[in-house]
């Protein structure tokens, strides 16, 4: 018999090891046997607890949109003003746990498939919402709604672009540069963000 909470820990464990292969590999052409070998379960158990290979691989988008979005709710509620609100959105975006190589390159292998897969492509527009919101809650109270959704629309796309250009190993080379490149940009449309 199975002990009881395996199941949560094995789940997390092949998902963890999606995100290694996929990151490994730079595209979501991985096999299940592959990845339960990562997770150090069998192909057959990979299976029970997802299913089919592609259920697996929404299970992991699911999986970093949340770690997203807690990270972001952490972040946000820790500002104090809009303008820290934004640049709080484009620090997340860059930190230490979401702006790692397997990461980065698993993004970029969801938006290539995106193009096929309708459930990947409702992930996908999931996260872009959820950025243009999370940038709008901040911008609106600096700008007319109409600048907000513009300077939304270019940080996001600017965050986008330097996640691509990661992915690809090409163009800006560490989070710390791609956060002053947009923060340099924010501050042509905002102002400097004010410090405590």
């Given amino acids: 018999m199975p002990k009881l909470g395996m199941e949560p820990l094995r789940r997390r464990a092949l998902i963890d090891a999606a995100i290694s292969a996929i ?6 052409d991985v096999t299940m046997s ?3 070998g990562r997770a150090g379960v069998s192909s ?3 299976h029970h ?3 089919a290979k592609d259920e697996l691989l929404q299970a992991t988008m699911r999986h970093l949109l949340a770690e997203l979005n807690v990270d972001l709710v952490r972040a946000l509620h820790a500002t104090s003003s809009p303008r820290q609100r934004v640049s709080a959105v484009v620090a997340v975006s860059f930190s230490e746990v979401q702006f790692q190589p397997e990461t980065i390159a698993a993004w970029l292998a969801f938006y290539v498939e995106a193009q096929r897969s309708d459930p990947l492509r ?3 527009r999931i996260y872009a919402r959820r950025l243009h919101s999370n940038l709008m809650s901040g911008l609106c109270g600096l700008l007319s709604r ?3 959704d513009e300077v939304a629309e270019t940080t996001a796309a600017l965050i986008d672009g330097f996640y691509i250009r990661r ?3 090409d163009g800006v080379p560490d989070a710390a540069t791609a956060i002053t490149l947009i923060e340099a940009y924010l501050e042509t449309r905002l102002g400097p963000q004010e410090t405590e």
């Fill in 23 to 28: 990151g490994e590999r730079g595209t979501l």
């Fill in 34 to 36: 592959d990845i339960a």
């Fill in 44 to 46: 057959a158990l990979a």
């Fill in 49 to 51: 607890y997802f299913g």
């Fill in 122 to 124: 409702r992930l996908l």
């Fill in 146 to 148: 109409a600048e907000s």
């Fill in 167 to 169: 992915a690809l190993k």
